[in-house]
């Protein structure tokens, strides 16, 4: 066959095509992890779009078993947000990279625009039926039904019925079937996967039916919404020259460059202006954005890295707080020790905003769950519960020298570790979002956190380590007391009652003083310190 035959075979395909072919790559591997895929981006949906219509969710999920041995299942699962109107609900649920949260720079749990159509996919390709949604919007109740056109990308709706809906109905309810999946109690399956989101999200009611009807209610343990994170504009440091150019073509208010680069990016003033125009003299900040070149672009990208700027704004997130995890992880395990950092914001890759909390739970309930080096991984209050391997969270805790901290062996020790990373962009390693990339600034983050979480767990063991020597040495030389109180009454003829209570004194002052020295030393603890400026302190005006 000469060479050039091969074009023949040349052809297009979609993403939808693509994903058909890879969709191990969305996480459905595995029957167990693949009914808790699904699961996991239908129900971050609807926490997104009820915090988003500033709702408290009530989350209704249940499976039922079609067909045991075929594994058959269908899976409903109901919000009360606000709906997707009718003009949408095709895109939202049946095609690949559409979407209200990838264009944003906004802390939400869905980034991309694949999941739900990813779930619609899968019932598909395992059960050839399309998926039933009924979205209730602005008071019209419609039903339909949503399947894929593979080929082109495209979602195929058939609408079943349009009613005015009933007072107080809302929210968007999934139903579909699948196959090739299993509904499972173990450490990877749904029950566990809702338990851990009712943990980072206490604002949340979720109910479960499982398979044999029996139902579990997570209820809310605070009855309103977390703040709501602001909607920021990208920072200049994290602009590339080809986003740059993207942004300036789609710009249609803005004649002048200057302004348009005010109005898009965060943290442009005027100031920042003037230093720009100073450190180009050949590039004209007057000129209409879209006529700005390649090589201009590229100039202003790499002038961008030359101005000092004030890190991006931080209120941009939100984390699950101090006090709302201390309550999470007391009701879970009601441990020992337990201790949860309260972190500013940092960047990485130069201007994405991004925040680490970490809670730490060490002996009494961790103990009696019989849990041993517990790792919980979240971002943006999502459990990850798949591919920890490769994720930075992971991999941090792992390499963490645990020693330092009086943890002799963390997998076998009573110790859970929660990690919550929150970001407007979380880098995920992939489009199955289930775990992080290790990018340099977020794993350093991440140990810094860990670190100052595990000084205070430090603190109180080797504390209560101390004290239980000095009490075992105080019992070993009180032992000889009486002994000797005797022996030196008989060689001075003083009182033995009076030489005993003498050296209790002696003993008890000692040990006394070795106790306090032992608080004193907890106090300061080890010098870990990370080095590194807060987001808040970066730059400058
Ligand atoms: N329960 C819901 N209520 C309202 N809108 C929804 C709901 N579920 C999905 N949507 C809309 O459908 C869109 C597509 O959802 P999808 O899960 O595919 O993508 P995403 O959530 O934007 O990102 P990701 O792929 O990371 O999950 C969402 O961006 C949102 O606008
Ligand atoms: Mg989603």
């Not at 202006?273 to 000129?287: F, G, H, M, T």
């Not at 919980?376 to 920890?388: E, G, I, K, Q, T």
Request: hydrophobic share 35%; charged share 30%; net charge negative.
């Amino acid at each position: 066959m000469p060479d050039d035959d091969v074009f023949k075979q040349f052809k297009e395909h979609s993403i939808a095509e693509f994903f058909k072919k890879n969709r191990q790559m969305l996480g459905f591997t595995g029957k167990v992890r693949s009914m808790t895929i699904i699961v996991h981006e239908i129900v971050t949906n609807s926490l997104d779009a009820c915090e988003e219509a500033g709702v408290l969710p009530d989350i209704f999920v249940q499976v039922d078993e079609l067909d045991k041995e075929k594994e058959h299942y269908r899976l409903t699962i109901k919000d009360n947000g606000p709906g997707i109107p009718r003009s949408h609900l095709g895109k939202a649920l049946g095609q690949m990279l559409a979407g209200t949260k990838f264009h944003r720079y906004l802390q939400q749990r869905g980034q991309q625009g694949i999941g739900a159509a990813a779930c619609t996919m899968f019932s598909y390709l395992t059960t050839g039926q399309p998926t039933k949604a009924v979205s209730v919007y602005k008071g019209k109740k419609l039903t339909a039904s949503i399947g894929i056109d593979f080929k082109q990308n495209k979602p195929v709706v058939e609408v079943i019925e349009e009613v005015d809906a009933s007072e107080g109905e809302s929210g968007l309810t999934f139903i579909s079937e699948f196959k090739d999946v299993r509904y499972e109690r173990s450490n990877y399956g749904v029950y566990e996967y809702l338990r851990r989101t009712a943990l980072a999200n206490p604002h949340c009611a979720i109910t479960l039916i499982e398979p044999e009807g029996r139902s579990t209610a997570f209820p809310r343990s605070v009855i309103v919404n977390p703040s709501k994170p602001t909607e920021i504009k990208p920072h200049p440091l994290g602009i590339g020259t080809h986003d740059l150019l993207e942004f300036a073509r789609q710009n249609r208010e803005k004649r002048r460059l200057s302004s348009f680069l005010q109005e898009t990016f965060s943290r442009v003033s005027a100031g920042k202006i003037d230093e720009l125009r100073a450190l180009l003299p050949n590039v004209d900040l007057n000129k209409n954005p879209q006529d700005l070149s390649w090589e201009e672009a590229e100039a202003l990208v790499k002038a961008f890295s030359q101005v000092k700027w004030i890190a991006p704004a931080t209120d941009s997130l939100v984390p699950i707080g101090k006090d709302q995890v201390e309550v999470s992880f007391r009701n879970i395990f009601n441990p020992e020790v337990l201790v949860v950092t309260e972190r500013s914001p940092k960047v990485y890759r130069g201007g994405i905003p991004f925040m680490v909390e970490v809670g730490i739970a060490y002996g009494g309930g961790v103990a009696e769950a019989g849990k041993k080096g517990e790792v919980m991984r979240f971002a943006n209050r999502v459990p990850l519960l798949f591919d920890s391997g490769g994720c930075a969270i992971t991999e941090t805790i792992k390499t963490m020298d645990w020693k330092r901290y009086d943890v002799k062996d963390f997998e076998e020790e009573p110790i859970a570790v929660l990690v919550n990373l929150i970001s407007v962009h979380v880098p995920y390693t992939s489009a199955g979002k289930q775990a992080v990339s290790p990018e340099e600034d977020v794993m350093d983050e991440i140990k810094f956190a860990i670190m100052e979480a595990s000084r205070g767990v430090q603190k109180y063991l080797s504390g209560k380590r101390k004290a239980h020597e000095i009490a075992t040495k105080k019992k070993v030389v009180s032992r000889y007391i009486q002994q000797l109180s005797g022996d030196l009454s008989s060689l001075t003829g003083e009182k033995k009652a009076d030489i005993e209570k003498a050296l209790t004194k002696i003993v008890e002052e000692k040990y006394a003083r070795e106790d306090m020295e032992v608080e004193e030393t907890a106090e300061t603890g080890p010098e870990t310190g990370n080095g590194k400026p807060d987001a808040d302190n970066e730059g400058e005006e």
